[in-house]
C-alpha cells in the first residue's frame, strides 16, 4: 500500500494515526530525520492516545556511538519522544551501541529482541539502504540472524541493525520517506527491478505501507 501525504507534516500525522489505530505493544523506531517529526507530533498531539505503558520499544538500527552521540538514533528517540510520555524506562530497549564491538552489541541486543514485532518503522537512504542494511552489504544475505552487526564502508563504521529475517516477520511495516532527494530512490524501488536493500522488506505475514510525502512521491507513475 502507497498513500501520498502533502507535505512532511501531514505525512507524519498520517503515521501517527496508523500508530494510534495499530496500537502496537512492540515498536521498532527508526533513525535518522524523517522519522523525528512523527515522534514529536505522538508527545505533542497524539499522547493521550496511546496506552504508553503497554508498548515495548526498540530500534531498527543504531549507529555506533554511545546513546549521548549527536548521531545517536536513541538520543533523538529519546528526546522527540520517549522523554516526554510516561512510558517506563524498562519498556525501553536500546542497543548498547557504547560497547567498542559492535558485535558484542549486536549479540546482546539479538537476546532481548522479540522476534515478530507489530510495528517496525523503517526509513529510506537516497542510496536504497534502509535500517543499516546498504547495497552489496552482506547483511543482505543473512538468513539466521535477526540482528547483524556489518561494516559500512561508504560510511567508514558499523552499524548494528536488524536483519530482513527479523523486518519480515514483521505484523505492520511502514516506512517514511520524505523530501524531493528521494524522489528517485523512491521511484526506483516502488517501480524498479529489485535490487535495492529497501526492496527485499517483505513481510511474510504482514502488511507492507509506504508513506510518502508528495516530494518523494512525485516521480512516481501510480499514486
Ligand atoms: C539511520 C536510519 C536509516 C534512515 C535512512 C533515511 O540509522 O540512519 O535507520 O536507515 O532511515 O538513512 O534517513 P533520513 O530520514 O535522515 O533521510
Redesign the pocket.
Known sequence: MIRVFENSRELARGAAEHFVALAPTTVAL??????KILYQLLADQFQAEVSWSKIQFFW????HVPPDHPDS?FRMAHEALLSRVPVPESNVHRVHSENPSAQEAADEYEKVIVPRLDLIL?????DG????IFPGSDVLHETKRLVAAPWVEKLNTY?I?MTLPLLNNGASILF????AE?AQIVKEVLEGPKKYPAQFVQPTDGELIWMLDRDAARNLNRR
Not at 60 to 63: I, L
Not at 122 to 126: D, E, H, I, K, S
Open positions: 527508526s533513525g535518522g530525520s524523517t522519522p531498527s538500527d543504531e549507529r538514533n523503517l526509513g529510506l537512504g537516497a539502504h534502509t535500517a543499516s552499524r541493525t517514511l520517506v520524505s523530501g528521494k
